[in-house]
T-cell receptor, first 110, second 114 residues
Framework: SQQGEEDPQALSIQEGENATMNCSYK?????LQWYRQNSGRGLVHLIL?????REKHSGRLRVTLDTSKKSSSLLITASRAADTASYFC??????????FGAGTRLFVKA | DAGVIQSPRHEVTEMGQEVTLRCKPI?????LFWYRQTMMRGLELLIY????????DSGMPEDRFSAKMPNASFSTLKIQPSEPRDSAVYFC????????????FGPGTRLTVL
């Protein structure tokens, strides 16, 4: 399967703590993206990191990319209850298809 | 812009019936994707259109599934005949470019086949 793998599958933390999610992939990539999905909703794009970038920030989000290890991580700092959602990595290898990981379910307790 | 619009939001039907899901992409986007999401399989790409042309339909599970994009502002996903295992949330997404760019997802259609 080309599907990316994410870990952990589920993560439960206290409000104010940091949350780190990891994604591994199997092919060479042009870019890697992270999406969030709230329960019952569609996915929302969070951030895109290109293959020649190693780190990118957006507000409380920090994404790293290690192409030698074919892995990426998403860090959410100072988490809030509203960050409770599923988080997916997605990447485009060769061709047109964007491949989504299985997702990490994050629960932030108030 | 209203974003990607999908209809219906919920559909309950009986096995054997035809189901048609509809999608209106964001104006100006030339790529459109249909996905299916289930607990067991996660998010699966069913078909991808670029400039109204199907580019990759390798994810379409079987001949019972068909998709069309008659113009840049409308696409349909049809299941005929439907089966209980087709129950899932079906998402439509659109983006600019040829794939690999940010995708904008619709709210999804929750399909239940009894």
């Amino acid at each position: 399967s080309q599907q990316g793998e994410e870990d952990p599958q589920a993560l439960s933390i206290q409000e104010g703590e940091n949350a780190t999610m990891n994604c591994s992939y199997k092919t060479s990539i042009n870019n890697l993206q992270w999406y969030r999905q709230n329960s019952g909703r569609g996915l929302v794009h969070l951030i895109l990191i290109r293959s020649n970038e190693r780190e990118k920030h957006s507000g409380r989000l920090r994404v790293t990319l290690d192409t030698s290890k074919k892995s990426s991580s998403l860090l959410i700092t100072a988490s809030r209850a509203a960050d409770t959602a599923s988080y997916f990595c997605a990447y485009k290898g060769g061709g047109f298809k964007t491949i989504f990981g299985a997702g990490t379910r994050l629960f932030v307790k108030a | 812009d209203a974003g990607v619009i999908q209809s219906p939001r919920h559909e309950v039907t009986e096995m054997g019936q035809e189901v048609t899901l509809r999608c209106k992409p964001i104006s100006g986007h030339n790529s459109l994707f249909w996905y299916r999401q289930t607990m067991m399989r996660g998010l699966e790409l069913l078909i991808y259109f670029n400039n109204n042309v199907p580019i990759d339909d390798s994810g379409m599970p079987e001949d019972r599934f068909s998709a069309k994009m008659p113009n840049a502002s409308f696409s349909t996903l049809k299941i005929q005949p439907s089966e209980p295992r087709d129950s899932a949330v079906y998402f439509c997404a659109s983006s600019s470019g040829q794939g690999g760019n940010e995708q904008f997802f619709g709210p999804g259609t929750r399909l239940t086949v009894l």
